[in-house]
């Protein structure tokens, strides 16, 4: 009989969930006024395999057309003729960091912040156009979320800012075996592949570096032990265990019914 009860109380522990922590921030009470200062979002930094939309415009229109879409070829009534060339509206950063641009040529742009590379080819661009307005956008800036999440997928972000808990809400936020106090960031920079481990339920996480996400960061939401569990377990094992369980608890019912 203590076999039987002590094979119950086992089962009962093993299969029976734990209470957990499903709250964001739970440690801002409500009654509590949490606030910290607003801190500019980490810029992201041009890098490698990065690509890049690079528009010019200024007061030659055909300039603009040189240094946009297109090439200056000279015609036979001695005014310029304008050939297109949608090819070069978004340049590829090579593994060295460098952009092949119309005119200039090579430019390094690698670990610039888009102000930074917009400074540096003003003053390139400076010798052949006057006053020259530069826009840059990231073409391929993404996101990946992946794990315990309701749809897990890639996101191309036009905005080039996100923070980790739109991330979460593109991608339908963690499912209920989603482990919130064990949130991975995988991101790669100057070469280096690093990954960091975030407690969604701390407040602290407001003020973390990893807050706002980067370009090609992934979001690894970690299951809970319950569903590897239940991964790991097979129809067979599940009806084995739910008939000890069953059984165990009406000996020990009709033991005490008997005494």
Same mark, same amino acid.
């Given at each position: 009989m203590k076999k039987l009860l002590f094979l119950a109380i086992l089962s009962i522990s093993l299969f029976s969930c734990a209470k957990?922590?499903? @709250?964001?921030?739970?440690?801002?009470?409500?009654?509590?006024?949490?606030s910290v200062p607003v801190e500019m979002s980490n810029e992201p930094r041009i890098q490698v395999d990065d690509l890049l939309s690079i528009t010019v415009t200024s007061l030659n229109p055909e300039s603009n057309m040189l240094f946009n879409v297109g090439v200056l070829m000279p015609s036979g009534d001695r005014n310029n003729t304008i050939v297109n060339n949608p090819i070069n509206e978004n340049y590829l950063v090579d593994k060295d960091g460098y952009i092949n641009y119309p005119v200039i040529g090579l430019i390094n742009l690698k670990g610039l912040t888009k102000q930074e590379a917009i400074d540096k080819m003003s003053g390139l661009l400076n010798e052949y156009v006057k006053d020259p307005i530069i826009n840059i956008r990231f073409m391929n800036f993404k996101v990946t979320v992946i794990g315990e999440v309701q749809t897990p997928n890639s996101f191309i972000i036009p905005t080039e800012k996100i923070t980790i808990l739109e991330a979460l809400g593109l991608a339908g936020d963690m499912t209920a075996y989603g482990r919130r106090e064990n949130v991975m960031i995988i991101r790669e920079k100057d070469g280096v592949r690093t990954a960091t481990r975030l407690n969604l339920n701390d407040k602290t996480i407001l003020t973390s570096p990893y807050y706002y996400l980067q370009q090609n960061?992934?979001?690894?939401?970690?299951?809970?032990?319950?569903?590897? @569990?239940?991964?790991?377990?097979?129809?067979?094992?599940?009806?084995?265990?739910?008939?000890?369980?069953?059984l165990a608890t009406i000996v020990i019912l009709n033991f005490r019914w008997n005494n």
């Open positions: 957990r922590n499903l @709250v964001y921030f739970s440690d801002i009470y409500q009654d509590m006024e949490f960061d992934v979001v690894y939401v970690e299951p809970y032990k319950t569903k590897s @569990v239940q991964a790991d377990t097979n129809p067979a094992q599940i009806a084995i265990i739910t008939s000890t369980i069953s």
